[in-house]
């Protein structure tokens, strides 16, 4: 059974910075791709980052250079650094993880976390 837990949520000043974790069970992680995906309320889920499993990024504009994805093999966990972060930031954010290249949109992705609140305040 497969299994994304993330954690590293919270409450934060804007400007501030967090850095949310992943741990992924149940799964070849080293064979898979894994991402960050948001949801604010009333809005869709968006998509964030993307890290191969060879280690290559992609990044959405809104939080290319503020935001940077990274995985630790050996921990089966990604993690998703953010700073400089906005009250527009604010969402729920969701680890997923997928065999498809080049993926950033959710129905690309085959498991998912429960998600973790982010909340920004100005």
């Known amino acids: 059974q497969v299994r994304l837990v993330e954690a590293g949520g919270g409450l934060v000043q804007a400007g501030g910075s967090l850095r949310l974790s992943c741990v992924a069970s149940?799964?070849?992680?080293?064979?898979?791709?894994m991402g960050w995906f948001r949801q604010a309320p009333g809005k869709e889920r968006e998509f964030l980052a993307t890290?191969?499993?060879?280690?290559?990024?992609n990044y959405t504009g809104s939080v290319k250079g503020r935001f940077t994805i990274s995985k630790d093999n050996a921990k089966n966990t990604v993690y998703l650094q953010m700073n400089s972060l906005k009250p527009e930031d604010t969402a729920v954010y969701y680890c997923?993880?997928?065999?498809?290249?080049?993926?950033?949109?959710?129905?690309?992705?085959?498991?998912w976390g429960q998600g973790t609140q982010v909340t920004v305040s100005s």
């Open positions: 997923t993880a997928t065999q498809q290249w080049a993926a950033t949109r959710a129905s690309d992705y085959d498991y």
């Open positions: 890290i191969e499993w060879s280690g290559s990024t």
């Open positions: 149940g799964l070849s992680f080293s064979f898979y791709n």
